[in-house]
């Protein structure tokens, strides 16, 4: 996600007592069995390893509303989407229907894999976390009701210090998941890689294992795993379901790791990013994923939408397949 969204305490002892439960925690959870993908009566992509998603920030600068999206994904050929909240709540405001707009996904031949939206759920401030909960709950719903399967749920609100507790974090999630329960669609705990919490991969894991919840899973994000400045290779130690989407993108070499932002995401395979050996460890950790093209590059903003979708989705292929996997 961008900083301009950076309106938002894991001490040595808690993490080293923690160190055992993460790996148990792990290993339990790898038993779980992997979530059914909702499937097309043309979709071949079950018998792949990846399936292709568009998350609408790659064209967000366009500004073409969420119908025009949906089209621009389905001509660019890609399997799923992850829509803004904002927009799909525009479509509502303009006079469009929830069902109508499902109707219009299903019959571009494509699903919700996720949504994006920035609900305060985590922070210390109470009547702020009620709100932030309550929003979640509504947004949710929302994308819910459009046939969405998961949520994102960064640490919006909290991503400057003091540091959050880490077992009060793991709880707010828990209660996130448990609405998710109720309403059918799955929060994935999003790592910032810029943020004081939830910035680094482990710190992700951990909070998901610490919530006990067979669904807490971690959306992890090539640009942002750069920013935190985490290991890659970390993601061998998570179950199937732990990890499911993976924003792609990539990034240059400079600036530097303390300097970049999102503005410099680039297309898959056009940068530095050792993304071929990211996917070999994804595709270990164990079923199908879902690649979800995440850019916020200014440059493609001022392009054709639909010449910049047709290009994110080739250059995804080429990377899948230099990690030696059919595209």
Same mark, same amino acid.
């Not at 097309?40 to 064209?59: E, G, K």
């Not at 759920?121 to 719903?141: F, H, L, S, Y």
């Not at 819910?144 to 991503?159: L, S, V, Y």
């Given at each position: 996600?961008?900083?301009?969204?950076?309106?938002?305490?894991?001490?040595?002892? %808690?993490?080293?007592?923690?160190?055992?439960?993460? &790996?148990?925690?792990?290993?339990?959870?790898?038993?779980? !069995?992997? =979530?059914?993908?909702?499937? +097309?009566?043309?979709?071949?992509?079950?018998?792949?390893?990846?399936?292709?998603?568009? %998350?609408?920030?790659?064209?967000?600068?366009?500004?073409?509303?969420?119908?025009?999206? #949906?089209?621009?994904?389905?001509?660019?050929?890609?399997?799923?989407?992850? !829509?803004?909240?904002?927009?799909?709540?525009?479509?509502?405001? *303009?006079?469009?229907? /929830?069902?109508?707009?499902?109707?219009?996904?299903?019959?571009?031949? @494509?699903?919700?894999?996720?949504?994006?939206?920035?609900?305060?759920?985590?922070?210390?401030?109470?009547?702020?976390?009620?709100?932030?909960?309550?929003?979640?709950? +509504?947004?949710?719903? /929302? #994308?819910?009701?459009?046939?969405?399967?998961?949520?994102?749920? =960064? =640490?919006?609100?909290?991503?400057?210090?003091?540091?959050?507790?880490?077992?009060?974090?793991?709880?707010?999630?828990?209660?996130?998941? *448990?609405?998710?329960?109720?309403?059918? #669609?799955? !929060?994935?705990?999003?790592?910032?890689?810029?943020?004081?919490?939830?910035? +680094?991969?482990?710190?992700? #894991?951990?909070?998901? &294992?610490?919530?006990?919840? =067979?669904?807490?899973?971690? @959306?992890?994000? &090539?640009?942002?795993?750069?920013?935190?400045?985490?290991?890659?290779?970390?993601?061998?130690?998570?179950?199937?379901?732990? /990890?499911?989407? @993976?924003?792609?993108?990539?990034?240059?070499?400079?600036?530097?790791?303390?300097?970049?932002?999102?503005?410099?995401?680039?297309?898959?395979?056009?940068?530095?990013? !050792?993304?071929?050996?990211?996917?070999?460890?994804?595709?270990?950790?164990?079923?199908?994923?879902?690649?979800?093209?995440?850019?916020? %590059?200014?440059?493609?903003?001022?392009?054709?939408? @639909?010449?910049?979708?047709?290009?994110?989705?080739?250059?995804?292929?080429? &990377?899948?397949?230099?990690?030696?996997?059919?595209?």
């Amino acid at each position: 996600m961008i900083n301009d969204f950076k309106t938002m305490k894991m001490t040595r002892r %808690n993490a080293l007592g923690r160190a055992g439960l993460l &790996v148990g925690g792990i290993a339990a959870v790898g038993g779980l !069995p992997w =979530p059914e993908t909702p499937a +097309r009566a043309d979709d071949l992509a079950a018998a792949q390893p990846f399936r292709y998603s568009l %998350n609408m920030a790659t064209i967000r600068g366009q500004k073409l509303g969420i119908v025009r999206e #949906i089209e621009v994904a389905a001509q660019a050929g890609y399997h799923g989407i992850e !829509p803004w909240v904002e927009t799909v709540q525009n479509y509502v405001k *303009e006079g469009g229907t /929830l069902p109508d707009l499902r109707k219009r996904i299903n019959d571009a031949g @494509l699903t919700v894999e996720g949504a994006i939206g920035f609900p305060e759920w985590i922070v210390d401030d109470e009547e702020r976390r009620t709100k932030g909960m309550e929003r979640a709950r +509504r947004e949710m719903d /929302l #994308i819910a009701q459009i046939g969405g399967r998961r949520f994102a749920a =960064p =640490p919006a609100g909290g991503t400057d210090l003091p540091k959050l507790d880490f077992v009060k974090a793991a709880e707010r999630y828990r209660s996130l998941l *448990e609405i998710g329960d109720q309403l059918g #669609i799955v !929060p994935e705990l999003e790592l910032w890689g810029f943020s004081k919490n939830l910035g +680094r991969l482990g710190e992700c #894991i951990g909070v998901a &294992v610490e919530t006990g919840h =067979p669904k807490a899973c971690v @959306l992890a994000d &090539v640009f942002h795993l750069h920013k935190g400045g985490s290991d890659f290779k970390g993601m061998q130690l998570a179950a199937a379901r732990t /990890l499911q989407v @993976l924003h792609l993108n990539d990034y240059p070499a400079a600036p530097s790791r303390e300097k970049i932002d999102d503005s410099y995401r680039i297309y898959p395979g056009d940068g530095v990013a !050792p993304i071929a050996e990211m996917l070999k460890v994804l595709h270990d950790t164990g079923g199908q994923k879902v690649l979800s093209l995440e850019l916020f %590059n200014r440059q493609y903003w001022s392009e054709d939408p @639909l010449a910049v979708a047709k290009t994110g989705l080739s250059k995804i292929k080429a &990377v899948v397949e230099k990690a030696g996997f059919k595209a």
